[in-house]
């Protein structure tokens, strides 16, 4: 049997009613999860799918969705979380990417416009309220067998397929262990998709240890009225989220130790947490515990962490990322000297590093190195160590960006935008607030000569329409600038880093 699995069976035996999952009105015990993703096992293996083929699970934040990425472990396939919010053109490069032999689909949606076949929404249902099936657990996945591989922006225009097998996940849940302590008590709260790896902090530390999954999905996060109801009436006890989710919420506010006594920790992740922010949480919450971790969904959803504490917000003026995981080990490439200390980039080893990039050998070779014989991920995140081997984060090698906790390669936004036949060039770049937070993505667009003359609002209107079919809505420009030509840097390339600097200035 999976490790991971093995722990959540333990769990549901030993405390069957333990609400593993609550989200509103809807709540499901660990029996439930049990029994329910054993049917979805059986369920599958009685397909005889090529072993270890990958399967698309298709949907929201649902109760449903956990029974189906456990189903599909115990049957012996990794799972790739697809978001019902993916567009068309997302869908179907995973799919050709990925080459799934099944679909779960826990939404409505019908056309997927792949030839992949698809189990819909019914037919799961069916399957869940059938009489209890067994599956063979000598099949399920193995150790370094990939448990879920999910996909990211990608520079070439093509989405990355990450892969975690169970052991690195597995290491990632024992770190988790040791570090934050989650146990039967604890109310996780649980508000990233489930195709981005923030989602990963919570459902499997969560579930390995009885906890409960506290949900905020993102019908409620998008309305401002009942995401306020939600957050001021969660029973959440360890908050995780990005910094960006944290602070929409601060908006409210009853939002603050006195309404949520028993909120004692908050843990973020996925893009920098600013100095404000940290002392705005401290002032609402004086007691909690409040943590800054960071990691690559190449290294397994987190890698450092570090508790900021009153002492160290007087400390820096911005804040460390952390101390690396002890198991890990790390180098700093291409060191270079700015503002008297020495920065470079973190490369990184260790059991949480992904095996790399599915079916993507280019890609892989290009993020990932074997130095001494162990392999090194390229983080693209530049950073300082202090003596003690705290890391700080000094921004990236690359253009790669995080907007709202979203991460964003630009040459993919610029790639879409280059496949309309409006745009003939394209550079896309940052626009940062002054706590040096991305807010904005400024398209400058060559358009082709049939566009010239037409008429810039029109335009404007017509390239984001044209965009939303097939583009995830964060990845969307906010604001496009029209222009005659780009500029183009010493090697002839064109020069994000000088429009960057203008946008900025
Ligand atoms: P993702 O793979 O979506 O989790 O994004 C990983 C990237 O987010 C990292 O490589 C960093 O660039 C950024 N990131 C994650 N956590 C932090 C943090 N605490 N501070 C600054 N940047 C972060």
Same mark, same amino acid.
């Given at each position: 049997m999976?490790?991971?699995? !093995?722990?959540? +069976?333990r769990i549901a035996q030993q405390y069957p009613d333990q609400i593993c999952y609550h989200n509103g009105n809807v709540s499901a015990t660990y029996q439930q999860l049990d029994q329910q993703s054993d049917k979805i096992a059986s369920f599958i293996q009685a397909k005889n799918l090529p072993q270890k083929s990958p399967i698309i699970v298709f949907g929201g934040q649902q109760f449903e969705m956990l029974v189906l990425f456990l189903g599909a472990i115990k049957a012996g396939h990794a799972y790739i979380p697809v978001d019902d919010a993916s567009d068309p053109q997302r869908i179907h490069q995973i799919n050709s *990417? $990925?080459? #799934? +032999?099944l679909v779960l689909n826990w939404s409505d949606k019908i056309d997927f416009g792949i030839d992949t076949p698809i189990a819909s929404q019914d037919q799961l249902k069916e399957v869940l309220s059938a009489e209890h099936q067994d599956y063979d657990a000598t099949k399920s996945v193995g150790p370094d067998d990939n448990f879920y591989i999910i996909f990211t922006s990608g520079t070439t225009g093509t989405p990355k397929g990450v892969q975690i097998s169970t052991n690195n996940l597995l290491d990632f *849940?024992?770190? *988790? !262990?040791? +570090? @934050?302590?989650y146990n039967h008590e604890t109310k996780v709260m649980l508000q990233a998709p489930f195709s981005f790896d923030l989602s990963v902090f919570s459902i499997y530390p969560g579930l390995t240890n009885g906890s409960t999954l506290e949900v905020l999905d993102k019908q409620t996060a998008k309305n401002l009225p009942l995401l306020q109801k939600a957050i001021l009436n969660s029973q959440a006890t360890t908050w995780i989220s990005t910094p960006s989710f944290f602070e929409m919420c601060l908006f409210f506010r009853e939002f603050n130790a006195e309404t949520l006594p028993q909120l004692q920790k908050f843990i973020f992740c996925g893009e920098e947490l600013t100095h404000v922010t940290a002392e705005k949480l401290l002032k609402r919450f004086p007691n909690a515990q409040l943590y800054n971790t960071y990691g690559p969904t190449e290294n397994t959803v987190a890698i450092t962490s570090i508790q900021i504490t009153p002492e160290n917000l007087a400390n820096f003026d911005r804040l460390p990322i952390g101390y690396l995981k002890e198991n890990m080990e790390h180098r700093l490439a291409n060191v270079e000297v700015k503002d008297g200390e020495? /920065?470079?980039? &973190?490369? =990184?080893?260790? #059991?949480d590093v992904s095996k790399g990039y599915l079916n993507n050998p280019v890609q892989t070779n290009k993020a990932f190195e074997i130095i001494d014989g162990k392999v090194f991920y390229h983080t693209g995140d530049m950073v300082s160590e202090d003596p003690d081997g705290l890391l700080f984060y000094k921004g990236r090698t690359d253009f790669q960006i995080k907007m709202h906790g979203y991460r964003i390669e630009l040459e993919e936004v610029d790639s879409l935008l280059t496949n309309l036949a409006e745009v003939k060039q394209s550079c896309t770049v940052p626009l940062y607030n002054k706590k040096k937070q991305v807010n904005k993505i400024i398209a400058h667009v =060559? &358009? !082709? !000569?049939? @566009?010239k003359h037409a008429e810039p609002k029109e335009l404007n209107k017509q390239i984001k329409a044209e965009l939303q079919k097939n583009t995830m809505d964060y990845m969307i420009p906010n604001v496009f600038k029209f222009v005659d030509q780009l500029p183009i840097s010493k090697n002839g390339k064109i020069d994000r880093k000088a429009l960057i600097?203008? /946008?900025? $200035?």
């Open positions: 999976n490790s991971i699995i !093995d722990k959540i +069976t *990417v $990925a080459q #799934p +032999t *849940v024992n770190w *988790v !262990d040791q +570090t @934050y302590h020495k /920065v470079g980039e &973190l490369i =990184v080893s260790g #059991p =060559v &358009l !082709d !000569d049939k @566009y600097g203008e /946008v900025n $200035a």
